[in-house]
């Protein structure tokens, strides 16, 4: 609801500015409101909104009229290149007046907006820097002529694993970079014309069709997006982003399903990606992992034979195995165990089921939706010579805990196994299998359905909870005095 106020505020805006600016506006919008939950953040992300359209209408409207008439102004053949001056014009009372009203009008129905932007689930359209999907992992070669894109929440940080996208296979992002929030880049957006439309829609159709878990589903998606193809619903959509967008609303207006979503990327995707990254990057990967201890940030033993270990994200086995493995011995002798995942940004699922091996006497199934279970699904417990398996444990959770590091948290909770502390983690945790459509197009559809073993709905989109609600900064402090407190009970 937030998100459509705000594209349709943005319609005051010259046609000019919103052809330019209008799709990268909306995606800004999309990650705050992705990003700041709560009332209070809300509030501050409209008073920003409002009082950016208060400023900058006016602005655009003062200097349009130059910029429409350079357009307009010939150039002498006898010149290769000259520059004029013209005044521009101020827009008249009526304008700013009209102008005036409507921002008034948005601040009337803000507080009925607020209520609903929670639970909104914005889109993930490709933006210009990253042509990848959160909820989106590779298809094996051998599917069509379709190809990936990647997996993972800003997660692909292991070679051999179905999280490579195209863009790591040829230049890698370490850990440390891909936890930063990216910049959306701002320029002007390709139209498409109707053939590539129809293109689109007719290849979608028939991938849902052959490929989407729920048959009866896929074939009803595919059908309506034909009749609304015939109805000319589609012709108001005249970019990528936008028509990727529809293409998903409408998708999702059927089968609720949150992972099945249409990408547009600006840059051309990969015609036919490797499903493991190369060997030059594999190399860079080793030389991040090893600058960066495997992103084991911290290892120690605090007062009280607390032991501490910040890992902040979960770094692929065969690199880091080793890393891991020593870290979890350094805390072998430790009266309880706290792990610090609040910078954790995701990672592989093999290194969640190696560091939770520590945490059990017999083996136990750490559940993933991503995939049907198989023989790694299990912990290797128990551990030769670990004394871990009956210690407490606390977790260190915040908004920015995703993905892997999600997993490794919903299992320990549903097992019962540790106390959590801190903030509800991000709630991502599904994801489709990607397919090429056409250079600039792709769709992430859902192939599987798993059974939660735990008969709960999983993480994605709700988060997992703390047990113990602090502000992230305060949580270590928190778990601490916790642990202290249990042991003084001993």
């Not at 109707?194 to 052959?210: F, G």
């Amino acid at each position: 609801m937030s998100e459509k106020i705000y594209a349709w505020l943005l319609n005051l805006y010259p046609r000019r500015f919103r052809a330019t600016y209008g799709d990268a506006a909306l995606q800004l919008v999309r990650d705050r409101l992705r990003e700041e939950r709560g009332f209070f953040p809300k509030l501050r992300l409209w008073f920003d909104l409002l009082y950016d359209l208060v400023v900058s209408i006016p602005y655009e409207y003062r200097h349009r009229q130059p910029a429409l008439a350079a357009a307009t102004v010939p150039l002498q053949s006898s010149e290769i290149l000259s520059f004029r001056t013209l005044e521009g014009k101020a827009p008249g009372p009526a304008a700013l007046l009209f102008g005036c009203l409507l921002s008034l009008a948005a601040v009337g129905v803000f507080a009925t907006a607020i209520g609903h932007a929670g639970g909104y689930h914005p889109f993930r359209p490709f933006v210009s820097h990253s042509p990848s999907s959160p909820h989106l992992r590779p298809s094996t070669p051998a599917r069509s002529a379709l190809s990936a894109s990647s997996d993972g929440d800003i997660e692909a940080i292991g070679p051999g694993q179905q999280t490579a996208s195209p863009a790591e296979a040829s230049s890698y992002a370490s850990p440390q970079d891909n936890a930063k929030p990216s910049a959306v880049a701002v320029s002007v957006t390709p139209e498409i014309d109707a053939d590539e439309r129809q293109r689109v829609i007719y290849t979608v159709a028939a991938n849902l069709k052959q490929h989407y878990f729920d048959i009866a589903a896929g074939q009803e998606m595919a059908n309506a997006l034909l009749a609304h193809a015939k109805n000319g619903d589609d012709d108001a959509a005249q970019t990528g982003a936008a028509f990727a967008s529809l293409l998903t609303t409408q998708l999702r207006e059927i089968s609720h399903d949150p992972h099945l979503e249409v990408v547009y990327s600006r840059s051309v995707l990969p015609s036919n990606p490797s499903m493991t990254l190369s060997s030059e990057a594999l190399a860079r990967y080793r030389q991040a992992m090893e600058q960066s201890n495997c992103t084991f940030e911290k290892v120690e033993v605090l007062p009280h034979n607390i032991g501490y270990l910040k890992l902040n994200s979960f770094p692929d086995p065969s690199v880091c195995e080793s890393t891991a493995r020593a870290a979890m011995a350094r805390l072998n002798n430790a009266n309880t165990i706290i792990f610090d995942l609040r910078d954790n940004r995701g990672g592989s699922g093999e290194m969640v089921t190696l560091l939770a091996a520590y945490l059990f006497d017999h083996p136990e199934l750490m559940y993933s939706p991503r995939s049907s279970p198989t023989e790694q699904s299990w912990t290797r417990s128990p551990v030769q010579g670990n004394k871990l398996a009956g210690k407490p444990v606390y977790v260190l959770i915040s908004t920015t805990t995703i993905s892997a590091a999600e997993q490794f948290s919903y299992n320990l909770k549903m097992l019962k196994r540790a106390t959590f502390v801190g903030e509800t983690t991000r709630g991502s945790a599904h994801a489709g299998v990607f397919y090429r459509i056409d250079d600039h197009f792709g769709i992430g559809i859902p192939e599987v359905k798993t059974v939660n073993p735990f008969g709960e709905t999983d993480w994605e989109g709700r988060g997992v909870e703390p047990d113990v609600k602090v502000k992230a900064p305060d949580a270590l402090q928190t778990a601490v005095r916790l642990a202290e407190n249990k042991l003084l009970k001993r």
